[in-house]
């Protein structure tokens, strides 16, 4: 399958499950987050093995001591990937609240509620735990959302989108709801940036370089 039509049907998969995570519970969207962070905690050495092989890598291609740093997943970086989804699990549901509510004169009321974005797009490079953070955050909010990491970090993405997609399954999520691109060519990218019939928003999570580089695309 080459690159385009991947994207495409990534793409389709994110925009079917963002209905069904838009009007997902909260308690559906809380059992997730505990599945999943349970499920970090029990499979830290399948992560930290998974991980070895990004730092293994990184080290041939000669990268300096903070970028192995950023890169790498250690037991208590771990614990704090599951930590983050326990303190989320505990916040309350954005999704339907209502602020701002003003009477105007006419007696008609009027106010702002939360709503779900959609999917979201979100590009970011070398730290892995981004993968379990954003996930996190996007089903909290009731959104589904596309994972696009850098390439230094694709065995370690790639293992952890498989715990997530089993947490989806296992709390009656939609399994595309978040999904992780595993194809580590730039026009991934490219591609992804400009999916507007599928992606609602982009998110592009890194230093100056890589959002002027997004944004020049």
Known sequence: MNIKNYMLKI???AKKASFKT???TTIQKNKFLNNLGNRVLLNEDKIIASN???LIQASKDQKDEAFIDRLTLNKKNIIAMADGLFQLEK????IGQIN???TMRSGIKVSQMRVSLG???MIYESRPNVTIDAA???IKSGNAIILRGGSEAINSNTYLGELITQSLKETGLHSSSV????MTDREAVTELITMSNFVDVIIPRGGKSLIKKITED
Do not use: F, R, T, Y
């Open 179 to 182: 999904q992780i691109i595993k």
């Open 91 to 94: 916040l309350d549901d954005p």
């Open 136 to 138: 996190g955050l996007s």
């Open 52 to 54: 070895k092989k990004d």
């Open 22 to 24: 838009a009007s997902a």
């Open 100 to 102: 701002n509510q003003k």
């Open 11 to 13: 793409g389709q998969q």
């Open 119 to 121: 999917v979201i797009g």
